[in-house]
């Protein structure tokens, strides 16, 4: 007479009960999956791209800008003048910003040094790269600018350092239909130094489609007024910008004033050439290349023309 296998009467069940186990696990991933698939990750916060001066322009799109410093002395007369060219050039765009290289030569007592390059890195929110930014959604409000009240979408933008020391809270308000697009901008930057106190900076626009001139041309443009109150004192930005010039600013005048109110430097921009390509290589009367110095005065720049 066969006698039963205990072994086998143990294996038996286990059988039975391999496939009863491995349902319910399926089961337990289909319900993550679909939970994961109803809760996904939280999107990196998003800002539409016309509200950052370079990044609705295509790589190689470039600027040439000349600026004029005088600083003061405590009598009131210029004690310095000081020469700044810059040439700035889009080179990528991603999903958070824009990476621009910057050439920037500069003159003293008369005499222009060689240029220095270097390679930024700009958020869409104004940020840094080692920097977190989170958004939030604010109720919708007017900007009145020449008499006219516009709607505007308003968000504020927390931009921390990477120590958590540093915080910018900036609220921004915006109508991605009438340029400059971001009417107004306010930030308040508190932990940039050890008293506790913090630089406030406002911008506004205060004029809409403004004449203004570019290489002999007529250019619309907004007026924006910019305050910036900081430890030092007080700085007063007037400039002209459009969109349709990389980088936005096309004039800008700036002085800055001590706690006191003293005149202590003043300086003007201006835009010398741009192009919504990469510059060319221009050739001299002898068929060879240009000095990098010589370009921006033979350059002329490609103008978009206003949309209808």
């Keep these: 007479m066969l006698v039963p296998d205990a072994t086998m009467n143990i294996a038996k069940p286990q059988r039975l009960w391999a496939p009863l186990v491995a349902a319910v696990g399926l089961c337990f991933l289909v319900l993550a999956s679909s939970v994961s698939a109803q809760n996904p990750e939280p999107a990196a916060p998003s800002v539409p791209l016309k509200h950052h001066p370079w990044a609705t322009f295509s790589p190689g799109a470039w600027k040439c800008v000349r600026v004029v410093t005088e600083t003061f002395d405590e009598d009131g007369s210029v004690a310095n003048t000081g020469v700044t060219e810059t ?16 050439e920037v030569a500069v003159w003293v007592a008369g005499k ?5 390059t270097q390679t930024v ?12 930014v989170t958004v939030k959604n604010l109720p919708p409000a007017e ?14 933008y927390e931009i921390t350092g990477p ?48 004449p203004t001139s ?27 910008t459009s969109d349709e010039v990389p980088g936005g600013v096309i004039s800008h005048e700036s002085k800055d004033l001590d706690k006191q109110g003293r005149l202590v430097r003043r300086s003007v921009l201006q835009l010398l050439a741009f192009g919504l390509k990469p510059e060319e290589e221009p050739e001299d ?13 033979r350059l002329r720049k490609t103008v ?3 949309s209808e």
């Design 87 to 102: 040439t700035t050039t889009l080179k990528t765009i991603d999903a958070g910003g824009v990476t621009l290289e910057e």
């Design 112 to 116: 222009r040094l060689d240029p220095q």
């Design 121 to 132: 890195w700009q958020g869409l929110f104004g940020q840094s790269m080692d920097q977190k």
């Design 143 to 156: 900007v009145a600018i020449e008499g006219r009240a516009i709607p505007c979408n308003v968000r504020q």
């Design 163 to 210: 120590d958590g020391k540093r915080v910018e809270l900036v609220t921004v308000y915006s109508n991605d239909g009438v340029a400059p697009f971001v009417l107004r901008r306010q930030s308040v930057i508190t932990g940039t130094n050890g008293s506790g106190t913090s630089n406030n900076l406002d911008m506004d626009v205060d004029a809409l489609d403004m």
């Design 214 to 240: 570019v290489d002999d041309r007529v250019q619309t443009a907004a007026h924006t007024r910019t305050v910036h109150r900081h430890a030092k004192g007080t700085t007063l930005t007037l400039a002209y």
């Design 285 to 297: 009367d002898r068929g060879g290349l240009l000095p990098r110095r010589l370009r921006s005065a």
């Design 304 to 306: 978009r023309q206003p």
